[in-house]
């Protein structure tokens, strides 16, 4: 997969991780680009309820896995290319994420 596959592939995981779409007019100003919104948000695990999807916080999932998957799409988002991961590396982290919460 190509690194500019790999942002692609981390504005999903967003899409996922909060619920919402990756643009919305209806949505205030400042919170209509998901990407732009999000990224200062990513970094710092105190910040997941304000982004987190609440479906997510509903099902009790673990802030720990959750806060891996924050953390994986601010690196797929990294507007450097070459700083972005690897798909093989992002394949390790989602499995980490799915088997730490079953």
């Known amino acids: 997969m190509l690194k500019g ?3 692609s592939f981390g504005v999903v995981l967003l899409e996922i991780l ?3 779409k990756v643009f919305d007019p209806n949505r205030p100003k400042g919170k209509q680009n998901l990407v732009e919104w999000a990224i200062p948000l990513l970094a710092h ?3 997941l309820g304000v982004i987190l999807n609440p479906q997510f916080q509903d099902n009790n999932n673990h802030p720990k896995e959750a806060f891996m998957l924050a953390e994986l799409v601010l690196n797929c988002l990294q507007p450097v290319r070459d700083e972005r991961p690897l798909m093989e590396k992002i394949l390790q982290v989602l499995r980490q994420c799915y088997h730490e919460t079953i």
Do not use: A, H, K, L
Request: glycine content about 12%; cysteine-free; proline content about 0%.
């Open 18 to 20: 909060t619920g919402m």
């Open 5 to 7: 596959e790999i942002y």
């Open 45 to 47: 695990e105190v910040n």
